[in-house]
Each structure stands twice: as C-alpha cells, then as structure tokens.
C-alpha cells in the first residue's frame, strides 16, 4: 500500500509548530484580549463603555509586557524561523510590535473624548462603539504578524488583516466624507492587494518557494527572464507601496485622513505605515541577491526614484492645503519618503536610524492629531484658518502645536532634527562605502524639501500668533452650534496627554543616545 504521508517529515513539522507556540505569547495576548472584548460588548452592550476602555488599556499593557518576555526568551538565539517558517521573530520585530502596542494605547486615549458624526438622537461616541476597539486590536494583530512575516503566503494575510481592519474604521464617523472615504481606501486597496498577490503568485510560479530568505527561490529566480522577473516585483511592491502611502500610490490618503475620525487617522498614520516598511526590510536581502546576479535589475536606484518622488509630491502637494487633517496627510506621505531614504541606505546603521524615525514619528504624529482634535473642538472646524489668535486665548496649546510642528519639520531643539539627523548620516556613510551618486542625490534633494516643509508646517503657527481671531458666532446655528458649546473646554486628560507625547521630543534631542542605546540593546 502506497504511503502518503511521511511520518517523520509529519512529527518535525508538529515539533515545530509546537516549540513555536512558546515565542508567540505576545500574539496570543492580543489574541485572548480581542476575544474578550467581543464578549464583553455582546454580554453588557451599551453599558460596558468605561469596561471597554479598562480592557483595551489592560490589554495593551499585558502586550508589551509579553514583548519583554519575548524579547528575554529570544536573547540566547538572536532570532528565530517560526511556524515552518512562516514567521521571523528577532529584534526589529519585537521593537516595532512595541511601537504598534503603544499606538494602540494612544489611539484608546485619544478615542475617549471624541465625538464621532451627528444623529437626530445624539451624538455617536467611539469609546461606547465595542466593535471599535475589537478592530483596533485586530489590526494591532495583523501588523505584528506583518512585521513577523518570512513567507510571502503570511505577507500577503497579515496584510489584508490590516487592510480590512482598516476600511472599516475608516467609516467610524457614520457621515457621507467617511462613507466615501472608506470606499475609497476600499477601492484602491483592492487593486494594490489583487496586483500584490497576483505578484506573488508569479513568484511561487519562477521560483518555487515563498519563503524570503530560501535560496532555491533566488536560484529559481535568477533563470527567469528579466521583464517577466520585473512584472513580479513591481506588483508585489505595489502592495508595500500602498501601506506605506508612497507616490503613485498615496491617492487614497488625503480623503481617507479627512474623513476618518481623528483617533483612527492618528493610527493609520503610524501602524499601516511601519508594518509595511518593516515588511520591506525583510525583503530586501532578496532583492539585494537579484541584484548581484543581474546588475541591471538595481533596486536601490528604483527605490530612490520612488523615495524622491514621494518626498518631493508629498511636500508641494502640502502647501496648498487648508485643512489642516489633509495638509498632515500630506507630510506623511513625504515622511515616508524619508522613512525610505533609510531603507535605501540598508545598513545596521540605516536600520537603526529607521527604528529612531518610526519612534519619534509615532510621538510626533499621535501629538500633532490630538492637538488637531483639541483645536476642532474648539472652533469646530478643521481648517487652518481656524487656528487665528489661538496663541492668546489658548497659550499653553498654541506652544505645544508650535514645538509639533518644529519637529515635524526636522528643526532643532526637538529629536525630529535628531531623526533626520540620523537617516541623513546613514546615508552619506553608504555613499562613503558604495561611492554612489544616488546617495549624494536623495541627500540633496532630503534636505531641499526639508527647507519647503517649513512654509506649511509653521503656517499653522504663523496663524496662531500673528492673525487676529475671526468672530464666527454668526456662521454657526441651529445643532452645529450647540454641539461646538458643549466641547469647548479642553479636558485635563487631553492636556496631560499632549504634554507627555511632546516633552520626549524635546528630551530626546538632549539624550537621544537613550533610544539609540535600547534599539542596539535589543539587537536588530
């Protein structure tokens, strides 16, 4: 009787996934807490507002105490192949599942205060919406696996977990903008994703594996032609492109910035974004082999063409906004041209330099959203012109957005100079390394559009400090009004939470060898 199954090969691989289980502790939590909160919605309903709350903090905090013990059980291995190698767990995972943690405590506390569309019965709140924070967590889930991800099989899931969680949240404002933005991130992710798997399947078809690091992949690889190798991986960086926002696939993002609420846009901003760029460091030794095997397939040229470009549209498109959400939408696509600048570089340096952005970006951007969500409550409205004479009545806010947007632009005494800093560093010490004249050129052009961010990141203060506030009492009536009335006090909460996003931006400027020195510690 013929055997199909062998049963050695079949008790390796249960072996394996066995021993894996005591690695994902961290998954298992966010996991186990997903679980729970659905039942606790299902069970208590409307009633369980401040227990959501409770839970979902909780939550948080048992994951990034999860890491740690992650990280100290993975200390005598330095990284490790996990569930037949679908997952690889190593340092850079756990410090960006880390950050991707702490976004979600942010996006909590940012949610609770804030309102959330306009009924006839009232007025929508999303830390009473149970389904809310379910999704949140979902796709907190879904980006830790993405930053796992070794197999382009579990790239490809992780991914989509991330994408759905996201087209839903879009539509949390329950209003026609977020209707349609949510349509519209839907569309355009349908596309990237249909690409992106159609890539890989080209690739699976050329090579024979999914795993990144396999060599019978790059073997297989190098004997296919040139423009068919080509059409493989444009579409599978179609997909990273998308998550990243990078130009010409940032179409989605200023509509969906716009019409998602705050705390969900403070989130994407961050999470999507740094899960496919940590995506996109482990592919890189991949295309890096190609490389070497076919000069003219250069990947670092490519990419630079898409960082410049990004930078450069990201930028210019900024300056001419009004809403501030939108103008923000903007200066993130051109931070991840920046962000790509250091992937460019690929260097233990560059990758450290990345892990530094992505900590002060996540700082830099929930308190640039909350402050905006502070603002609007204020004037009720999101525009930039709203923010005149904001410098007298409210001083205290009107400095903390003015040391925002100095570090969003990359400006000393905040560690938005110092990230800069750093991703410009590794990059001129590659150009020393490679001598080439790409490197000389992404510098040039990095700290040519540092100098055009300044003209709309310090309009917001500019408006502030030097226009005088408009009397809009008579522009608003009826509902709209009596909403704006009843929000206008700033709570303590939304203070303390501004004062500690902002003081480590100033801090780290002094001390940034602090986060250099726990990034080199957990050993990326």
Same mark, same amino acid.
Request: net charge neutral.
């Given at each position: &009787?013929?055997?199909?199954?062998?049963?050695?090969?079949?008790?390796?691989?249960?072996?394996?996934?066995?021993?894996?289980?005591?690695? /994902?502790?961290?998954?298992?939590?966010?996991?186990?807490? =997903?679980?729970?909160?659905?039942?606790?919605?299902?069970?208590? %309903?409307?009633?369980?507002?401040?227990?959501?709350?409770?839970?979902?903090?909780?939550?948080? +905090?048992?994951? *990034?105490?999860?890491?740690?013990?992650?990280?100290?059980?993975?200390?005598?291995?330095?990284?490790?192949? =996990? /569930?037949?190698?679908?997952?690889?767990?190593?340092?850079?995972?756990?410090?960006?599942?880390? /950050?991707?943690?702490?976004?979600?405590?942010?996006?909590?506390?940012?949610?609770?205060?804030?309102?959330?569309?306009?009924?006839?019965?009232?007025?929508? %709140?999303?830390?009473? /919406?149970?389904?809310?924070?379910?999704?949140?967590?979902?796709?907190?889930?879904?980006?830790?696996?993405?930053?796992? %991800?070794?197999?382009?099989?579990?790239?490809?899931? %992780?991914?989509?977990?991330?994408?759905?969680?996201?087209?839903?949240?879009?539509?949390?404002?329950?209003?026609?903008?977020?209707?349609?933005?949510?349509?519209?991130?839907?569309?355009?992710?349908?596309?990237?994703?249909?690409?992106?798997?159609?890539?890989?399947?080209?690739?699976?078809?050329?090579?024979?594996?999914?795993?990144?690091?396999?060599?019978?992949?790059?073997?297989? =690889?190098?004997?296919?032609?040139?423009?068919?190798?080509?059409?493989?991986?444009?579409?599978?960086?179609?997909?990273?492109?998308?998550?990243?926002?990078?130009?010409?696939?940032?179409?989605?993002?200023?509509?969906?910035?716009?019409?998602?609420?705050?705390?969900?846009?403070?989130?994407?901003?961050?999470?999507?974004?740094?899960?496919?760029?940590?995506?996109?460091?482990?592919?890189?030794?991949?295309?890096?082999?190609?490389?070497?095997?076919?000069? @003219?397939?250069?990947?670092?040229?490519?990419?630079?063409?898409?960082? +410049?470009?990004?930078?450069?549209?990201?930028?210019?498109?900024?300056?001419?906004?009004?809403?501030?959400?939108? &103008?923000?939408?903007?200066?993130?696509?051109?931070?991840?041209?920046?962000?790509?600048?250091?992937?460019?570089?690929?260097?233990?340096?560059?990758?450290?330099?990345?892990?530094?952005?992505?900590?002060? @970006?996540?700082?830099?951007?929930?308190?640039?959203?909350?402050?905006?969500?502070?603002?609007?409550?204020?004037?009720?409205?999101? @525009?930039?012109?709203?923010?005149?004479?904001?410098?007298?009545?409210?001083?205290?806010?009107?400095?903390?957005?003015?040391?925002?947007?100095?570090?969003?632009?990359?400006?000393?005494?905040?560690?938005?100079?110092?990230?800069?800093?750093?991703?410009?560093?590794?990059?001129?010490?590659?150009?020393?390394?490679?001598?080439?004249?790409?490197?000389?050129?992404?510098?040039?052009?990095? *700290?040519?559009?540092?100098?055009?961010?300044?003209?709309? @990141?310090?309009?917001?203060?500019?408006? &502030?400090?030097?226009?005088?506030?408009?009397?809009?009492?008579?522009?608003?009536?009826? =509902?709209?009004?009596?909403?704006?009335?009843?929000?206008?006090?700033?709570?303590?909460?939304?203070?303390?939470?501004?004062?500690?996003? +902002?003081?480590?931006?100033?801090?780290?400027?002094?001390?940034?060898?602090?986060? &250099?020195?726990?990034?080199?510690?957990?050993?990326?």
């Amino acid at each position: &009787m013929q055997q199909f199954i062998d049963t050695d090969t079949l008790e390796r691989q249960l072996t394996n996934i066995t021993e894996s289980l005591r690695y /994902l502790l961290p998954e298992a939590v966010l996991l186990a807490f =997903l679980l729970l909160l659905l039942l606790s919605d299902l069970i208590f %309903s409307k009633r369980a507002t401040y227990w959501l709350i409770s839970i979902s903090l909780l939550g948080f +905090i048992a994951h *990034l105490f999860s890491l740690y013990l992650q990280w100290k059980t993975l200390l005598g291995t330095q990284e490790s192949l =996990l /569930l037949l190698d679908m997952l690889h767990l190593d340092g850079m995972a756990i410090f960006f599942k880390g /950050l991707f943690s702490l976004a979600g405590v942010l996006a909590i506390l940012l949610s609770i205060h804030y309102r959330s569309g306009t009924k006839e019965m009232g007025i929508e %709140s999303l830390r009473s /919406l149970g389904e809310y924070y379910v999704i949140l967590y979902g796709l907190i889930l879904g980006a830790s696996l993405m930053a796992m %991800s070794a197999n382009f099989l579990m790239l490809y899931l %992780s991914l989509e977990l991330v994408s759905i969680c996201s087209y839903i949240l879009t539509n949390f404002n329950f209003d026609k903008k977020s209707a349609e933005a949510g349509i519209k991130y839907l569309l355009f992710g349908g596309v990237a994703s249909g690409l992106m798997l159609y890539g890989i399947s080209l690739i699976y078809g050329f090579g024979g594996s999914l795993l990144f690091t396999d060599l019978s992949l790059l073997e297989g =690889l190098i004997e296919i032609p040139a423009p068919a190798l080509l059409i493989a991986i444009m579409f599978v960086s179609a997909g990273l492109l998308f998550k990243i926002s990078s130009v010409p696939f940032h179409i989605w993002t200023p509509d969906v910035y716009e019409g998602a609420p705050t705390p969900v846009v403070a989130l994407f901003s961050v999470v999507p974004k740094l899960a496919g760029l940590v995506l996109l460091l482990r592919i890189l030794p991949l295309f890096d082999g190609l490389y070497t095997n076919i000069p @003219y397939l250069d990947w670092q040229w490519a990419l630079s063409a898409v960082a +410049i470009i990004t930078i450069v549209v990201g930028n210019f498109a900024a300056l001419s906004q009004t809403n501030a959400k939108r &103008m923000l939408a903007y200066s993130s696509i051109a931070h991840s041209g920046f962000l790509l600048i250091g992937v460019v570089a690929y260097s233990e340096f560059a990758t450290h330099s990345i892990a530094f952005y992505a900590a002060i @970006y996540l700082l830099m951007n929930f308190a640039a959203f909350l402050l905006i969500k502070i603002v609007s409550r204020q004037t009720g409205y999101e @525009y930039i012109k709203d923010y005149k004479g904001l410098g007298k009545e409210l001083p205290l806010l009107a400095i903390l957005i003015l040391i925002v947007m100095i570090s969003l632009t990359g400006l000393p005494p905040t560690a938005g100079f110092t990230a800069k800093l750093f991703i410009f560093s590794s990059l001129w010490q590659t150009y020393q390394d490679t001598n080439s004249t790409i490197m000389v050129l992404l510098l040039l052009i990095g *700290l040519l559009n540092t100098v055009v961010s300044l003209f709309y @990141y310090l309009k917001i203060p500019y408006f &502030m400090f030097f226009k005088q506030k408009e009397d809009l009492s008579e522009e608003k009536s009826g =509902l709209e009004s009596q909403i704006i009335d009843s929000y206008r006090t700033i709570h303590l909460k939304d203070k303390v939470l501004a004062i500690i996003l +902002i003081f480590p931006l100033l801090l780290l400027f002094f001390k940034a060898d602090w986060l &250099m020195e726990v990034i080199k510690m957990i050993h990326f």
